[in-house]
């Protein structure tokens, strides 16, 4: 399993992915789940997986194909495209088709496989956004009403970004914002780990501005959720029914 999270806010993009994959309590590996891509001042694109390991390497190696040799098969490459809307298209189109390939070589163990993305980005002179992708290839969009996405086991971490995101929360608190939602997803789901991919795409930047690997040993990730367990636990005795 995973968790992977991005934020679209006015100052900009803030992203956050786990590393854990696991086939079995006894198969368990660190893979990265964000993949960067970006002529600097030009574009940047950020892809965030979850899912089938098989399904979304094979997607990322095939667009990055796309790049090195655009004129293979007339594959359309994700730093060529016009819109951020063509890159979630291009995106939606190869996972769709890696999905399709690798399903019909499982067929016979009778194995389904499956994988989502976060796509999210900005090309120099149009708008900031993020795309969910999910395996059929269709995706929907981040808004000012839910300016966030999620992807993998996203269910205990939405709370806190229900509460807390607006599209004008600062990129320091958004920063604050989504470690907790990890957190709070790293304590209830052992199939989601340590280390943490971190980055930033500031707005009209068109290049990522902060990229971290935070480690399970990071003193200040640490402090951060002793900090907020406490918070929790002070909240609760304050609490009157």
């Known amino acids: 399993m995973t968790y992977c999270v991005g934020l679209l ?15 079995g309590l006894d198969n368990i590996a660190t893979y990265r789940k964000m993949f960067t ?26 667009l990055r194909e796309s790049i090195e040799h655009p004129e293979t098969d007339g594959a359309r490459s994700i730093l060529a495209a016009q819109t951020m809307l063509e890159v979630a298209e291009i995106v939606g189109n190869t996972l769709a088709s890696v999905r399709q390939d690798i399903d ?14 976060i796509v999210a980005g900005q090309r120099k002179g149009g708008a900031m956004r993020m795309f969910l992708i999910y395996p059929e290839g269709n995706f929907i969009e981040a808004t000012e009403d839910t300016p966030y996405l999620q992807i993998g086991e996203h269910k205990y971490g939405k709370p806190i970004l229900d509460r807390v995101v607006t599209p004008d929360t600062s990129l320091e608190d958004a920063r604050k914002a989504v470690l907790l939602s990890m957190d709070s ?10 280390p943490l991919d971190y980055c930033v795409i500031e707005r009209d930047a068109c290049t990522v501005s902060q990229v971290q690997r935070i480690e399970a040993q990071d003193e200040d990730f640490r402090a951060m959720s002793q900090a907020w367990s406490n918070a929790l636990r002070d909240g609760f005795q304050k609490i009157r029914i």
């Open 9 to 23: 806010l006015k100052a900009g993009m803030v992203l956050l992915s786990d590393t854990r994959t696991n086939a």
């Open 37 to 62: 891509f970006e002529v600097p001042g030009e574009r940047a694109v950020v892809l965030l997986t979850a899912g089938s390991l098989s399904v979304t390497q094979t997607t990322i190696a095939r």
């Open 104 to 117: 019909g070589k499982m067929s016979a163990s009778k194995v389904s496989v499956s994988a989502s993305m």
């Open 185 to 194: 997803t790293l304590r209830s789901n052992l199939s989601v780990g340590m």
